[in-house]
C-alpha cells in the first residue's frame, strides 16, 4: 500500500504539471486528419509521465535520441522500401536532437519523415506497377538478402528501383516453384493433365504478386495520421524498454478483450477481403451462432443499429465497420448480408450478448495411467476482467475446476502453461497460492525503492497432490511468477523447455485524459513499466525467466525470440530473499527428474527434435536466397531433402485415452461445437509427447508422509 501511494502521488504531481500546459486543446474532437496541436499534447503528455514515473530513470540525451531516430525510420520502413541515403542525409541532421525536440514539445524531425514516407509511398505503387508489367528474367545470376537489419538502404532511387525489384522477383519465384510442385503432383495422379509452360506459370505469378499488393497498399491507405503517429510515439515511449508502449483507444479495447477473455457483440471473426468484410468465423455460443442465420464467408454489406438508417460498410476499414457491428449487451444489430451460397441478399437481425471466447478461458481433461486417474489443466492465460468484479477470472476457475477434479479422485495435476503469455498479477498469485498453505509469492519493486512482498494469505491449501508445471520459450510474465513460486517452494516440478521467456516486468495501463481532462476525445492510454518481478529466493524472472527443472528439445531451442533477444531489455538482477518455506512435498524429487532425464536423453523422438530445432536455426540464419530460377529451385529441392529427414519429428501416439471430467460431459451433449473442440483437444493430447513425459514425471511421484516433511 505503501508504494502504491507513493506512485499515485508521482502520478497526481505529473497531472499538476501537464494541467498547466497551455493549448486549448477541448475544442479538438476530430482527428482523422493530422491534428498538430493533439499530437504535442500527446508527446508533452507521454515525456512527463514517462520521466517521473518508468521504473527506470533515464535521460532525454543524444542516446535516447539515437534509438528513437533509429526505431521510427525502421518502424516505417522494415524492409528497405521506401528510404534512399539520400533521405537519410536529410533526417540525420536531427539523429542526436530529438530529445531536445521533444523537450520543447516540437514534432520536426517527426513532420520531416512522416512527410517524406507518405511521399515515397505514393511512388512505391507506380514501381511495383510497372515491375510486375513485365517478366523478369529468371537466368540472370544474382542473390537477394532478406535480413532488412543487415541491408544498408539504398543509395538513390535508381538503386531502391532495383530493392523493388528483387523483392518482387522473389515473390514471384516463390509463386512459381508453388505452382510447379502442385502440377507435378497432378501429374502423378493424372498422367492426361495438361502442364502450363513456365511462360505462363510466371506470367500468373506476378499476376498474383500485383494483386497482393493491391490489396496490401488498400490496407496502407486506410491508415489516417493517427495510426503513423502512433508508431512515432512508440518509437519514444520504446525507448524506455520494449514493453512500455502508446496504445490508441482502438488498441486498448482489443487488448481488454485479450485479458478479460470476452467481449460484447455477435460473436464472429471478421476479415478484410479487397473492399468487403467477410465472415471468417462464428464463436461458439454466441449471438451470431445462437441466431443462426449468419455463416462463415458471408459478406456484411451495411450495418444498422435497431430501427435506424443502414449504414454502408463496403470499403471502410475493418475497425470501423468492427466499431459498428460490435454493441452493448441487449442492443440490436441489422446485417445486410450477401449469402455465399447464392449470393442472396439478406437482413439478419442479431441481438448483441456478452460473447465469452472459450479458448481463453481454463479447461481440464482426464487419462488414466497404471490405475491411477491425472488430470491436465490447460490454463491460456491469466485473465481477469478489471471492471467487472464478480465476473470469472483465472484464479476462481482454477479454483473451481481443481474442485471438480479433486472429486473425480485424480492423483496428481499437470498444469499446461505452454504458449501462456501472462496477464493478471493478481490471479497468479492467487493461483500459487492454491497449492500452499501460505506464504510470499513474487517480490515486486519500483524505482528507487525496497522491493515489497506478495503474499498468499489464505491458509487454506486447495490442491495438496503432486504437481507438475508445463511450460514452454512463450511461457512468460504472470507464467513465470507461478513457475518460479511453484519451483522455488519445490512444490512442483517444472517440465519444458530450456527457460521461459524472460518477462519480468510489470506494466501499468494509464489513461492519458487523466493527466489532461481539458480533452474531451480520448488520448489513449500509456501501458508503462513501473515494477519488476523478483523470485521470493531473491532473482529476477527478467531476462532468465525460469529454467525448466527437466529441460526438454523443442523446436525453439535454439531460435532468439525470448526477452534476452529484445533491443532495450531491462538487465536482471536481484534483490534479497524472501523469509519463505519450502514445502518439500516429495520424498524422490531427486530421482524423479534423473529417471526422466534419463528417459529423454534416450528417447530417439527428442533425439530427432533436437536435431530439427538446429536445421530450423540453420535455416533462420541462412538468410541469402538466389534469384537465378535453377538455382532457386536447386536450394529448394536440398531444403525439401533435408525436410524429409523431419517429416516424422512429431508422429508420436500414446496409447491413453483423455476424457472431459463428469461436469462438462453434460455440456458437451447442449453443444455440438464444444463437443468437436474437445475431441480435438484429446486427440492432440494422446499425440502430445510432452505430456506424456509429464504424465511420467507425475506418475512416478511420492508425496511424503506429512508428519516427516521437513522444511527449511
Known sequence: MKTKFKFSTILLAITLLINSFVINASEKNNFSKPDPEKDKVLIYVLKNILTRGHFVAKDLNDDFSEVVYKSFIDGLDPSKRYF??????????????????????????????????LS??????????????????????????????????????????????????????GRIQEQTQLQEEKVKKDKNF??????????????????NMDELYVRIEELESDDWFSTFLNSVVGAFDPHTTYMSPNIKEKFDQDISG????????????????????????????????????????????????????????????????????????????????????????????????????VKSSIVEKDGKKYAIIDLPSFYIDFEDKNSRDSAKDMEKEIERLKA?????????????????????????????DQGPIVQVKYRGENPVVKNDIDPKTQWEGSVVVLVNEFSASASEIFAAAMQDYKRAIILGGNQTYGKGTVQNILPINQFYPKYETDLGYLKMTIQKFYRVNGGSTQIEGVYSDIA????????KFGERDLDGALPWDKVPQAKYTKTNSYSNFADVIYNSKQRISASSNFQLINEYAKWLKKNQDETSYSLNYKKFFQESETKEIEAKKFKSVFDYKSDLTFTSPKYEQTLLKADNSLADKRIAWHKNLSKDMYISEALNVISELKLRDKSTMIKN
Open 194 to 211: 495438361k502442364v502450363k509452360s513456365f511462360a505462363t506459370l510466371e506470367k500468373e505469378a506476378r499476376a498474383e504478386v500485383l494483386k
Open 84 to 117: 534512399t541515403q539520400e533521405d537519410l542525409k536529410d533526417f540525420s541532421k536531427y539523429k542526436y536532437q530529438i530529445d531536445n525536440q521533444l523537450l520543447r514539445d516540437d514534432l520536426s524531425f517527426y513532420n520531416l519523415v512522416y512527410n517524406r514516407f
Open 262 to 361: 470476452k467481449l460484447e457483440g455477435i460473436g464472429a471473426r471478421l476479415q478484410k477481403k479487397g473492399i468487403y468484410t467477410h465472415v471468417f468465423e462464428l464463436v461458439a455460443g454466441g449471438p451470431a451462432s445462437k441466431q443462426g442465420d449468419l455463416e462463415p464467408e458471408d459478406i456484411i454489406l451495411k450495418v444498422a443499429q435497431g430501427d435506424e438508417e443502414p449504414l454502408d460498410i463496403v470499403g471502410m476499414r475493418l475497425d470501423d465497420a468492427i466499431k459498428f457491428i460490435k454493441g452493448k449487451k441487449g442492443t440490436e444489430v441489422k446485417l445486410t448480408v450477401k449469402k455465399k451460397l447464392d449470393g442472396s441478399i439478406k437482413v439478419i437481425s442479431i441481438i448483441r450478448d456478452v460473447v465469452e471466447l472459450d479458448e481463453t478461458y
Open 552 to 559: 526438454m528439445p523443442s523446436r525453439f531451442s535454439y531460435m
Open 120 to 173: 515515397e509511398m505514393k511512388k512505391a505503387k507506380s514501381y511495383y506497377g510497372s515491375l510486375l508489367k513485365q517478366p523478369f528474367d529468371f537466368s540472370k545470376d544474382e542473390t537477394i538478402d532478406i535480413d532488412y537489419e543487415k541491408v544498408p538502404f539504398a543509395k538513390n532511387d535508381s538503386q531502391l528501383m532495383d530493392y523493388w525489384r528483387k523483392q518482387l522477383k522473389l515473390q514471384t519465384l
Open 408 to 436: 473425480e479422485n485424480v492423483a496428481g495435476l499437470i498444469v499446461d502453461l505452454r504458449n501462456n503469455g501472462g496477464g493478471s498479477l493478481k490471479t497468479a498469485i492467487e493461483i500459487s497460492g492454491l497449492f500452499i
